[in-house]
Structure formats: structure tokens, C-alpha cells
């Protein structure tokens, strides 16, 4: 009987390792590690990864493929991440470590400014446009950097925090909207093998003639023929950006 009551009074085990599985990505790449091997850490882990999405696609990345392109195990990689999701972590926050840090006077110019680049990156790295849920939102260090950069430029006008961060998320879902529409157009554009706005409008001729024929959409069709920038995607994000800024301008009085 004096041995059962010892076993069960036996603390659980693994309560060290079960924290362990609970810190996050950003958290283990801070704790001390072993000596890394020449060929491999989490820097070149992401940089290898991100030169195969710029050219291939996310699809593209694989663990296995991975190793192949540094030159290590299959399981080499596995010392630092835990799979794709933390990959992709990696690799979003190493682009966005490409965002300089604006140098702009006043939050519409910095705002403006970071918007513009933002833009920029993600035509540069299409497949930000089509990240994993768990990516799309990752909370990075040079994503967080980013964020308080923004939060940052607006801290002085006298707004409450819930304010702050409502305009910071406007404008971002402005920039990832207007620019996911722009690359999933030059997607399609490589799809069909179109490869100028001719192209692109020959190719979609025989529906929109269609359509337009019908009668039944007279401003749009004024927009056809009366529109200067149909083919200027840099005019059209930064008069809706300008728009934006306008707007939130005039309801906080900033």
C-alpha cells in the first residue's frame, strides 16, 4: 500500500517540455541554441525560401525541397522550425525587414510613404497575396516593427489608442486589397499567356462587348470610354490611397 500511494502522489511529468511546445516560433529562435551549422539557420532558411515562392510559388516550398537547395538532411531544418507554417513565419517576416523606415515629416507623409512600399513589396513577393491563414497573420518582429512604426507617426495627434489603431488598419486593408486585386490580375495575365494590357483587353473582349451591349450598364460603359488611367495601376492605388488619407483627415480633424 506504501508503494501505490507513492506512485500516485508522483508529480506529472513533461511540464517542462509542454511549455516548451507552447512558445512560439519567435520565442525558441531566442533561446540559446546549439552552434549553427554554416549552411543553415533561420536567416538562410527563409532566404533560400523566398527565392523559391519569388519564382515559383508557395507550393513550390517543401521541407524536403528545402534541404535539397541548402544543402543539408531532410531533417536538418527541423532544428529550427517545425514545419511550412513556421517557414512561411520566417520568410514573412524577412521581407518585411525590405520596408525602410520612413523618414517622412508628419503622419500623412510617413502613412503615405509606408503604403507606397508596402505596395512595392508585394508585387515584388506575389505570394504574400496568398499566404496560410496562420501566416497572413503572424505576429513577426519585423511585422511588429512595422505596426508601431505606424501606430508611432500617429501617436502625437491627441488620439485614443482604439483610434490609432483603426486608422493604422484602414489604411492596410486598403494597400493588401488594392494590391491582391493587382497581382491576382497578373496572375490570370500569365495564365492565359497575355502579357500586355492589349492582350489582357482582346482577351476579355468578347465578354465585355457582350455585356455592354446589353444596355444595362450605361456609367460603366461612360467609364470605357471616358477613363484616362484604366492602364495605370501606380495611379489608380495612389489617388484611392490619397482618398483615404483625405477622408481620415477630415473626420479626425489631423
Keep these: 500500500m506504501a508503494s501505490q500511494k507513492k506512485s500516485s502522489a508522483a508529480p506529472p511529468p513533461q511540464v517542462e517540455d509542454e511549455g516548451q511546445a507552447q512558445a512560439s516560433l519567435w520565442e525558441r529562435l531566442?533561446?540559446?541554441?546549439?552552434?549553427?551549422?554554416?549552411?543553415l539557420t533561420p536567416h538562410r532558411i527563409a532566404s533560400v525560401a523566398v527565392e523559391i515562392a519569388d519564382t515559383e510559388g508557395l507550393d513550390a516550398i517543401t521541407m524536403r525541397r528545402?534541404?535539397?537547395?541548402?544543402?543539408?538532411?531532410?531533417?536538418?531544418?527541423?532544428?529550427?522550425?517545425?514545419?511550412?507554417?513556421?517557414?512561411m513565419e520566417l520568410m514573412v517576416d524577412l521581407v518585411h525587414g525590405e520596408l525602410e523606415h520612413s523618414q517622412a515629416d508628419g503622419w500623412r507623409e510617413t502613412m503615405r510613404a509606408l503604403a507606397l512600399r508596402t505596395?512595392?513589396?508585394m508585387l515584388k513577393h506575389p505570394w504574400l497575396a496568398q499566404l496560410s491563414p496562420q501566416a497572413a497573420f503572424a505576429l513577426t518582429p519585423n511585422r511588429m516593427a512595422v505596426a508601431e512604426r505606424s501606430l508611432t507617426a500617429l501617436d502625437s495627434l491627441g488620439l485614443n489608442a482604439d483610434t490609432m489603431m483603426a486608422i493604422v488598419r484602414t489604411i492596410d486593408s486598403y494597400v493588401h486589397g488594392a494590391t491582391n486585386a493587382e497581382i491576382t490580375l497578373h496572375q490570370l495575365m500569365e495564365g492565359r499567356g497575355w502579357s500586355s494590357d492589349d492582350e489582357l483587353k482582346t482577351g476579355l473582349a468578347p465578354q465585355m462587348i457582350w455585356l455592354m451591349g446589353t444596355g444595362r450598364y450605361p456609367t460603366f460603359q461612360r467609364y470605357l470610354f471616358e477613363g484616362t488611367h484604366k492602364d495605370d495601376p501606380q495611379w489608380q492605388f495612389e489617388t484611392g490611397l490619397d482618398y483615404i488619407l483625405d477622408g481620415i483627415a477630415a473626420r479626425m480633424g489631423i
Excluded: I, Q, T
Design 66 to 87: 528545402l534541404a535539397a537547395e541548402l544543402g543539408v538532411a531532410p531533417m536538418a531544418a527541423y532544428r529550427y522550425v517545425s514545419g511550412k507554417d513556421d517557414v
Design 119 to 121: 505596395r512595392a513589396l
Design 30 to 39: 531566442e533561446r540559446p541554441a546549439p552552434a549553427p551549422r554554416a549552411a
